[in-house]
């Protein structure tokens, strides 16, 4: 018989996606789902999503008692993790999406999630983290590690295939969302930096977020509009294409789990650039197969950038290097069979 089971988070996200295709491909599971409906998008909608939180745990467990799934499994330790938590479920998977999942630092209900992250991790059968970086928050707060499986989901490296371009300028690319901790305000003053030093360039950037018309003014105010391409949400089977256009891979956040953004990068032969912080020092070394940048650096950027795409030797074995690393560690038909075969050995137990 099927096994069946509960996802809690945001369906719509490339990573859930990547997450339950997994799942059923690899695991043959039925997948039925579970969110929040209000948006965060004003003050008065965070207060109604608050109410609906307050909710959740009777909702989940009505369906648990309805649709009956052997095991449920929920992604960031410090909201749908907790309600799996309290689910009742037998076999509970949780996984922690950022570095800590404690975001942001200072804030007044810091305390409050780290609460509810132990008792995530202490009800949870298997907790994943998608790599190393995350397992350091883990030990410190005293979680046992023989339920924690590092590993990521991988990307599909059929679609997302190396390039072989030979482009002749900067054709640089950003897919994080828009929204202020990912810096994109950084990386458009930096190639302001380069259009003032009369080097020619183009930069994609794809999504969208809070920031978006923000953005736009920016790019327009530095007098580099049409320089800058704004694709907006993009199917992310669009995305491949995208990155193979392209020869510089950026992305500024100031804090970082795993990011499959640079795993999809990698694999499309894009040299990546990335901010200098913990989640991207794991994959990437200075000036061997990337840039590592200081946060709202944006002199540095822009002097790295010229760098990258002056050094064509160093920027093309980078490339070949960081293709291999993904096809040997990040090969999502190899790592969401480990992920599978890890549920089903939970759930015969």
């Given at each position: 018989m099927k096994r069946k089971i509960l996802f809690l988070g945001e369906s719509y996200r490339a990573d859930a996606i990547t997450w339950m295709k997994g799942l059923k491909e690899f695991g043959d599971f039925e997948i039925?789902?579970?969110e929040l409906q209000t948006p965060s998008n004003s003050k008065l909608n965070r207060l109604k999503r608050i109410a609906e939180y307050?909710?959740?745990?009777?909702?989940i467990r009505k369906i648990i008692r309805q649709q009956k799934p052997d095991m449920v499994i929920a992604e960031r330790t410090t909201s749908y993790g907790f309600l799996a938590a309290l689910s009742g479920s037998k076999t509970?998977?949780?996984?922690?999406?950022?570095?800590?999942?404690?975001?942001?630092?200072g804030s007044v209900l810091y305390p409050f999630k780290k609460f509810i992250q132990k008792y995530a991790f202490k009800k949870a059968h298997l907790i994943h983290a998608w790599g190393p970086v995350m397992t350091i928050s883990m030990r410190e707060i005293g979680v046992d590690m023989s339920k924690v499986l590092v590993i990521p989901k991988g990307i599909d490296l059929s679609l997302f295939a190396p390039s072989t371009?030979?482009?002749?300028?900067?054709?640089?690319?950003?897919?994080?969302?828009?929204?202020?901790?990912?810096?994109?305000?950084?990386?458009?003053?930096?190639?302001?930096?380069?259009?003032?030093?009369?080097?020619?360039?183009s930069l994609t950037i794809v999504g969208d977020g809070t920031r978006l018309?923000?953005?736009?003014?920016?790019a327009k105010e530095l007098n580099i509009e049409n320089k800058v391409i704004f694709t907006g949400r993009i199917p992310n089977t669009e995305l491949p294409k995208l990155l193979q256009q392209s020869n510089i891979y950026i992305s500024m956040p100031i804090t970082e789990g795993v990011s499959a953004s640079l795993f999809e990068a990698m694999a499309c032969n894009c040299y990546p650039?990335?901010?200098?912080?913990?989640?991207?020092?794991?994959?990437?070394?200075?000036?061997?197969?990337?840039?590592?940048i200081e946060i709202d650096n944006i002199e540095m950027l822009a002097e790295e950038l010229i760098w990258s795409f002056q050094n064509v030797?160093?920027?093309?074995?980078?490339?070949?290097?960081?293709?291999?690393?993904?096809?040997?560690?990040?090969?999502?038909?190899?790592n969401m069979k480990v992920i599978a075969d890890k549920y089903h050995e939970l759930l015969s137990k």
């Open positions: 039925i789902t579970w307050g909710f959740a745990p009777l909702a509970i998977a949780v996984a922690q999406q950022g570095r800590t999942d404690l975001w942001p630092e371009n030979n482009l002749t300028k900067i054709e640089a690319i950003v897919t994080r969302s828009l929204q202020p901790e990912y810096r994109h305000d950084s990386i458009i003053k930096a190639f302001a930096v380069l259009h003032q030093k009369g080097i020619d360039f018309q923000f953005l736009k003014d920016l650039v990335v901010s200098d912080i913990p989640g991207n020092q794991s994959w990437i070394k200075h000036r061997e197969n990337g840039q590592l030797e160093s920027r093309n074995e980078a490339i070949l290097r960081n293709r291999k690393f993904v096809e040997e560690n990040a090969n999502y038909d190899i």
